[in-house]
């Protein structure tokens, strides 16, 4: 692959210990200070939201990003594999995967020029449970072809 992609995902409505989107930038800014995504504009970011309805359309307009990004993956790489081998990503991350992947499996349509996505999980450092996640997530999904750990 001769480029390379980043996806972060920040769920707001989610967190239950009280979390901003705001401070799960901070942090993410902090865990990925020299990732080059992050360099320049990204850093600068800042998250406000001036009503429910602001926040609910961009999470829409998140959404349709995310599911775009993998229906039409095959046009940046032909092989349609996608790699995130090698990274060190333990349980937590396989957890934050598989959620990714199920919401990518549920909501894909596979486009009629498109074969099925495969991903390559090598050199990450999930267990049994964070493995066994990911394969469920993807279990009944048309656009996942399968995995590899």
């Known amino acids: ?34 990732d080059p995504f992050l360099s320049g504009h990204a850093r600068q970011a800042k998250l406000s939201f001036s009503s429910k309805d602001d926040l609910k359309l961009a999470l829409e307009v998140y959404h349709a990003g995310f599911v775009r990004l993998f229906e039409t993956y095959q046009r940046c790489e032909p092989s349609g594999i996608i790699s995130f081998a090698g990274n060190g990503w333990e349980e937590e991350q396989a ?10 499996a549920q909501k894909c349509k596979m486009l009629p020029t498109s074969r099925p996505l495969a991903l390559i999980l090598d050199g990450n450092h999930f267990g049994e449970t964070g493995q066994r996640l990911i394969k469920q997530a993807l279990k009944f999904s048309k656009i996942f072809a399968g995995v590899r750990f």
């Open 1 to 34: 692959m001769t480029g390379q992609a980043c996806l972060y995902i920040v769920d707001q409505g989610s967190s239950t210990t009280g979390e901003t989107a705001q401070t799960k930038l901070e942090d993410l800014r902090k865990s990925k200070r020299n």
């Open 95 to 104: 957890r934050q995967l598989a959620a990714a992947l199920e919401f990518a």
